[in-house]
């Protein structure tokens, strides 16, 4: 028999225990296939406006994806030729030479291998037109075009170049494998223990202290004190992770073996004993996989909040859908022409003074250095009316205010200390601004750029205080040389976030005529463009994270099936019913799936903390952001628990399979 037509048997025979393996093979190169043709795809280049980080940002997730997809590709080959140890053993005690049965592996994997580039590059190309789709839909407001069905050769030339390059290493460590065992040892195969593990107390109390020392570092509220920690965090909570399952989960499984009322219930030693017994061949894949969790929730939960607080985000920082101060005189006309010409409906707008005012105060000291004093500082200034009228013109998360004679709002636009909003409150809550007559107390403090238009700290006055210090000059409009500052004039109208042309316009007539000017559809854009990029890239690599993962704890199940089942049969000759069987099983498989979810998933909650402190804070305007996030995080925590319920459920069928 040539060797082409038994491997051609073997896959035959073999190929519903490792249907997965092949469906996650094919989704690599599918994601690989579609990755490459994105960015060679001269139509998406051109839509995107910053067209070298687009491919920048594709070709660095693509790494990653690729690097992830030979790990598992490699771990997962050589599991299988060790679940075959007897079958290959059988051909060396007929004959068959170390190099022979490494050539009938390698045959095997380059057959799967090159079904499963077919496939995934047939299915890329089927969806190239949708990928792109809605590549462009999350992430490119402005698009209204039409994508044109492509072929990209040079993207199938380089995944099909990639995966044979993966292949063949697959198939050099195979023979590495085979020729690391004596054939008595093939022959013996299933026979040979694994040997117990009773853990470690040390191990398990280490790996407790290295995860919480990692967990506490990027708990802290000092954006500053994450980033340096950065590095420590991620060896820790990594080498943390790896010791608990090396040492520390044997350990707690001992225990639980310890307490001979719950262990000696049938149930419990079977599926006790069996994990248990499994423990020192899938520790190292379970940490694995939990650390990988980690980064996969962790990606595809920051690509969905980034992109879910878009818009929010828009508003929080520009205030308006459109500002801009100075030209008043030349340029008002000109823009309501522009939205009569393109016909933009519910315009309001207002047009105010820019006051400002040096009152005299202490300074303020926040982390040893300045941060408001009246040497250096300067306050814009706002009367209750004018702000409240303002506020009702943004789209910003600013309430109408009420504000008592000899009182201050204080009104943070950009936060410079490293511990923003609430390190800031309290330095600056209580304290008096004295003006020439009288004084002010801050009672309240905001932060937001909405009403900053080029300050740094701004205060809101009642409306009669306002007016006596205007008048006795503590508050003017008018530089030292009495030329008065640009007056602002802000916009509200229907539909700020589309119209690409009409903004386009706007931008065009504004540019170089004012002292400055903000769009909200423009902020709005940018975001869109890098974080609906981000979001779809993790999605993409969330989604091989998540096969790939689930299908490697399938494999090494299934392959315990096989080494399981005349064990099971034994059971069954002394009693064990089915329905036992089935409880058994279940009891035996879910700590397998469940404990490397459940840990990645408590790994991504803190990692998100850090993200919070470093990004989201500044970016979504409550009182505890991280409470937002986690609710957006929640979502795809719950995605990810069902793609691995739905891995659980198929292994425990295919288990049960294997078994009769």
Not at 224 to 246: D, K, S
């Amino acid at each position: 028999m040539k060797l082409t037509t038994l491997a051609l048997r073997n896959i035959r025979q073999s190929f519903s225990k490792y249907m997965m393996y092949f469906f996650s093979l094919s989704f690599s190169v599918f994601t690989a296939y579609s990755f490459l043709a994105l960015m060679q795809n001269h139509q998406v280049i051109m839509a995107f406006t910053h067209d070298n980080r687009y491919k920048s940002m594709l070709a660095s997730f693509g790494v990653i994806i690729m690097v992830f997809v030979m790990f598992f590709l490699i771990s997962s080959n050589n599991s299988f030729i060790k679940a075959r140890k007897k079958e290959i053993s059988t051909y060396a005690l007929f004959g068959m030479t170390n190099s022979k049965i490494g050539k009938l592996l390698f045959i095997e994997t380059m057959m799967v291998g090159f079904t499963a580039l077919v496939i995934g590059i047939g299915a890329g190309i089927f969806f190239s037109k949708l990928t792109a789709m809605v590549l462009l839909d999350i992430s490119l407001a402005a698009f209204t075009g039409d994508i044109n069905f492509s072929l990209d050769l040079k993207a199938i030339y380089i995944t099909v170049l990639l995966f044979l390059t993966i292949f063949s290493l697959m198939g050099l460590s195979g023979l590495w494998v085979i020729c690391r065992f004596e054939l008595v040892d093939l022959f013996k195969g299933e026979k040979v223990s694994e040997g117990k593990s009773k853990g470690s107390i040390t191990l398990l109390i280490l790996s407790v202290l290295f995860i919480g020392a990692g967990y506490y570092l990027a708990s802290s509220s000092n954006p500053q004190r994450v980033v340096m920690a950065a590095i420590p965090i991620l060896i820790l909570v990594i080498v943390g992770t790896y010791l608990f399952f090396w040492g520390g989960l044997p350990k707690v499984l001992h225990l639980v073996k310890s307490d001979k009322n719950n262990y000696y219930k049938g149930v419990n030693l079977i599926a006790t004993s069996a994990f248990s017994h499994r423990m020192k061949s899938i520790a190292s894949v379970m940490a694995t996989i939990a650390v990988l969790s980690a980064v996969a929730t962790t990606a595809i939960a920051t690509g969905f909040t980034l992109y879910r607080n878009i818009e929010k985000n828009t508003y929080d920082m520009v205030g308006y859908d459109m500002y801009f101060y100075g030209g008043q005189e030349e340029l008002l006309k000109e823009v309501y022409d522009a939205f009569e010409r393109y016909n933009i409906a519910g315009i309001e707008s207002y047009t105010t003074e820019r006051y400002q005012a040096v009152p005299q105060m202490q300074t303020i000291m926040i982390e040893g250095r300045a941060y408001l004093s009246s040497e250096n500082d300067y306050f814009r200034v706002y009367s209750e009316s004018v702000y409240n009228k303002l506020i009702s013109l943004s789209r910003s998360q600013l309430k109408v205010l009420q504000i008592n004679p000899g009182e201050a709002v204080y009104i943070q636009a950009f936060n410079t200390v490293s511990n923003s909003s609430k390190i800031i409150e309290k330095a600056v809550l209580g304290e008096n601004l004295t003006f020439s007559d009288r004084e002010v107390k801050i009672n309240a403090v905001l932060n937001s750029s909405t009403l900053s238009f080029g300050a740094m700290h701004i205060i809101v006055l009642n409306d009669n205080e306002f007016a006596a210090l205007l008048q006795q000059g503590d508050i003017t409009n008018r530089k030292e040389s009495g030329e008065p500052y640009d007056q602002v004039s802000v916009f509200r109208y229907i539909d700020p976030l589309q119209n690409h042309d009409f903004h386009g316009a706007l931008g065009e007539l504004l540019r170089g005529r004012v002292g400055s000017y903000r769009i909200a559809y423009h902020h709005y854009v940018e975001s869109l463009e890098i974080f609906g990029l981000v979001c779809f890239i993790g999605f993409f690599m969330s989604g091989v994270f998540m096969l790939m993962t689930a299908s490697l704890l399938y494999f090494k199940q299934v392959m315990a099936a096989e080494e399981e089942r005349h064990q099971y049969k034994m059971l069954r000759k002394i009693g064990m019913d089915s329905e036992t069987e089935k409880r058994v099983i279940a009891k035996r498989l879910l700590p397998v799936f469940l404990i490397p979810l459940l840990l990645g998933i408590l790994h991504s909650i803190f990692a998100m903390k850090a993200a919070d402190t470093m990004v989201f804070s500044n970016m979504i305007a409550v009182d505890n952001s991280y409470l937002a996030v986690l609710a957006f995080s929640a979502v795809m925590y719950g995605a990810y628990g069902i793609v691995y319920g739905i891995f659980y459920f198929i292994t425990k069928g295919q288990y049960s399979k294997i078994l009769r």
